[in-house]
């Protein structure tokens, strides 16, 4: 149990000590207003969630054999949609967000060609993944008393019981809403999907 928990983890260990570790040596390194500090990071979660939305809706929904999914990818979240109350499906893996992380920082740092930059945008983008894994997890095992969280909730859980082509996002609707898969949750739906 103690190995499996550590390795659900890894992902959260490994990304925040690289968050943290490149935030200081960039401040440490170079003098920049806090405004751009600010940016960069509030870009980077942002760009977070635009990948979270074009992943979910574009490979992890996409067909098993379809030029745009691999059948392993596809098959992992279905196997989250046929049993969205395992934790065993319900974290991304070390083996899969490594790749995404890499060559996110690879693109950011041919675009900006300033590693401090990539090291906030980095930032942003590792707060949004640990948000998302938070919410996630909240939305299948958790108890939300705050008004937002119990929206974010029932949003995740439409998306699998009634709408599984729409309500792509899970840390915001906002990208389900610019891209028209938004639906709003509505108190008949929430009941009769027992939420």
């Given amino acids: 149990m103690f190995i499996s928990s550590r390795k659900k983890f890894a992902p959260f260990y490994l990304y925040g000590t690289i968050a943290t570790s490149l935030g200081i040596v960039a401040a440490t390194n170079e003098e920049r207003p806090f405004t751009i500090v600010f940016l960069l990071i509030l870009f ?11 992943l979910h809706r574009f ?3 996409c067909g098993a054999h379809s030029i745009c999914s691999g059948a392993h990818v596809y098959t992992l979240h279905l196997a989250h949609h046929d049993d969205p109350q395992s934790v065993d499906q319900l974290f991304i893996s070390l083996r899969m967000s490594a790749p995404t992380a890499i060559v996110y920082c690879l693109l950011a740092w041919g675009i900006l060609g300033n590693w401090h930059s990539v090291a906030y945008l980095f930032i942003g983008l590792v707060a949004g993944y640990s948000t998302y894994e938070w919410l996630h997890y909240q939305a299948h095992h958790g108890k939300p008393n705050r008004r937002l969280f119990l929206y974010l909730k029932k949003y995740h859980l439409l998306h699998h019981g009634e709408t599984p082509n729409l309500r792509f996002g899970v840390t915001s609707p906002l990208f389900d809403y610019l891209f028209g898969t938004f639906e709003p949750v509505n108190n008949q739906q929430a009941k009769s999907s027992n939420l």
């Avoid at 942002?46 to 074009?54: A, C, Q, R, T």
């Fill in 59 to 61: 490979v992890f929904h």
């Fill in 44 to 54: 980077g979660l942002l760009s977070w969630g635009l990948g979270e939305y074009l």
